[in-house]
C-alpha cells in the first residue's frame, strides 16, 4: 500500500472517530466553543511535543506567515464543519464534507502539477461522486433533488475551506519540516478560535454568556468529549502533515477525505440515523474508489 495512501486513511480513521465526539459535544456545549476547545486541545499537545523533541518556530518568516494565513482558515474550517455537524444530519454534512478530498486532487493538480494514472483518475471520481450521493437526498424525481439537511451549507464551506488548507500545507511544508509548519498553524487556530468565543460570548451577549457558563458547569461530561475530540484530531494532523512531507498532496488529501464516511457508519450503527438508498451507494462508491487509487 502505497505510504500517501497509508496516512492518509490513518488520518480520516482518526478525523472519523473525532466528528462523532465534535458533533455531540456541539449540541451541548454550541459549534463554537468545541471549534475552540479541539484547537486548544491540540495546540497544547503539538507544543509539548515541540518542547520534547527540541523543535521550534520556521526560520523563514514566509513560512510563519504562511502557517499563520492557514491556522485562520483552518479555524474557519473546523467552525463551519462543526455548525453543521451540530444542526445536523451529521451522516448527510459528513459526506459532503469529504468531497474535499476530490476538490484537492483538482487542486493538486493545477497548481502543484501533480499526475495520476488513468486507473487513480477513475477511482477519485468515483470516490467524489460517492460523496456528493450520500449528501443528496432523491425525492420525487430529478427536479425534486435536494440537499439533504439545513447543516449541508456549512458543509460546503468546510470543504472547500479543507481543500485550500491541504494545498496551503503541502507547499508550506516543502519548505520547512511538518511538525514546525503545523505546529504554528495551530496554535493560531486556538488564538482564533478562543478569541471568536470571547468576542461573541462576553462582547456581544454578556448576558447569554453568564447564563451558557452556568450550564458549563454541568456539562463535564461534554467537555471531556471535547478533550478526547482534541487528542484524535492533533493524532490525525499528525499523521496527515507527514504524508504531505513525503507523499503526493492528491493521495493523502483524498485518503484522508475517508474520514467522514467513517463517521456516517458510526452514526448510523450507534446513533440511529437512517439513509437512503442512493446514500448507501454513495458509501459503495467511495470505498470502490479508494481501491482504485491503491492500484499502481
Do not use: C
Not at 456581544?204 to 463535564?220: I, M, N, Q
Amino acid at each position: 500500500m502505497p505510504f500517501g495512501l497509508l496516512t492518509g486513511l490513518g488520518a480520516a480513521l482518526a478525523w472519523g472517530s473525532m466528528d462523532i465526539a465534535s458533533a455531540l459535544g456541539s449540541r451541548r456545549l454550541g459549534s463554537l466553543r468545541v471549534t475552540a476547545g479541539v484547537q486548544l486541545v491540540s495546540a497544547v499537545l503539538l507544543v509539548l511535543v515541540a518542547v520534547a523533541t527540541g523543535t521550534g518556530p520556521p526560520s523563514d518568516p514566509l513560512v510563519v506567515l504562511a502557517a499563520g494565513a492557514l491556522g485562520i482558515v483552518g479555524a474557519a474550517a473546523y467552525l463551519a464543519y462543526f455548525t453543521g455537524l451540530r444542526i445536523g444530519p451529521i451522516s448527510i454534512v459528513s459526506g459532503m464534507v469529504a468531497a474535499y478530498g476530490g476538490l484537492t486532487v483538482v487542486l493538486a493538480v493545477i497548481f502543484r502539477g501533480e499526475s495520476l494514472t488513468p486507473v487513480q483518475a477513475i477511482g477519485a471520481s468515483v470516490a467524489t461522486v460517492g460523496v456528493v450521493m450520500t449528501a443528496v437526498a432523491f425525492d420525487g424525481g430529478l427536479r425534486a433533488t435536494r440537499f439533504a439537511g439545513p447543516g449541508v451549507i456549512f458543509g460546503v464551506a468546510a470543504l472547500i475551506l479543507f481543500a485550500v488548507m491541504t494545498i496551503g500545507l503541502a507547499e508550506t511544508i516543502e519548505r520547512s519540516g511538518w511538525l514546525e509548519t503545523i505546529l504554528v498553524s495551530r496554535i493560531v487556530n486556538a488564538i482564533v478560535s478562543v478569541g471568536a468565543v470571547w468576542a461573541v460570548g462576553v462582547v456581544a451577549h454578556p448576558r447569554l454568556a453568564a447564563l451558557e457558563h452556568h450550564d458549563l458547569v454541568e456539562t463535564r461530561r461534554a467537555w471531556a468529549v471535547v478533550l478526547v475530540a482534541g487528542v484524535l484530531d492533533v493524532a490525525g494532523l499528525a499523521v496527515y502533515a507527514i504524508g504531505l512531507e513525503v507523499a503526493e498532496t492528491w493521495l493523502v488529501g483524498l485518503a484522508s477525505s475517508f474520514g467522514p464516511a467513517v463517521t456516517i457508519l458510526v452514526a448510523v450503527a450507534f446513533l440511529g440515523e437512517r439513509l437512503k438508498p442512493i446514500q448507501w451507494a454513495g458509501l459503495v462508491g467511495i470505498g470502490g474508489g479508494m481501491v482504485a487509487i491503491a492500484l499502481p
